[in-house]
């Protein structure tokens, strides 16, 4: 190897991974952001490490209710609406 301090990562040619980090974020928001008022750089910092800390401390998978079908028929429904209007 030439460089044998650098190591190569490749990440996911798809998109399911990205969605769990986007949901994770979102509960991160919902749950803890915007229910809090930090005046400071480092209370906000603070305050989503001792998130983080609670939510690893007992951690949950995240749960889809929805199936994929579900999904298209609401996103057609939705289309359907704005596109009459």
Do not use: C, D
């Not at 399911?16 to 915007?34: D, G, M, S």
């Amino acid at each position: 190897m030439a460089r044998p301090r650098f190591h190569g990562h490749g990440t996911p040619t798809y998109r399911p991974w990205l969605h769990v980090a986007a949901r994770w974020v979102a509960e991160l928001t919902t749950a803890w952001l915007r229910r809090g008022t930090h005046r400071l750089v480092g209370e906000l910092t603070a305050s989503i490490q001792s998130w983080i800390e609670a939510w690893n401390a007992e951690p949950r998978p995240f749960v889809w209710t929805k199936t994929a079908e579900e999904i298209l028929e609401n996103i057609t429904r939705y289309l359907q609406r704005i596109s009459n209007s």
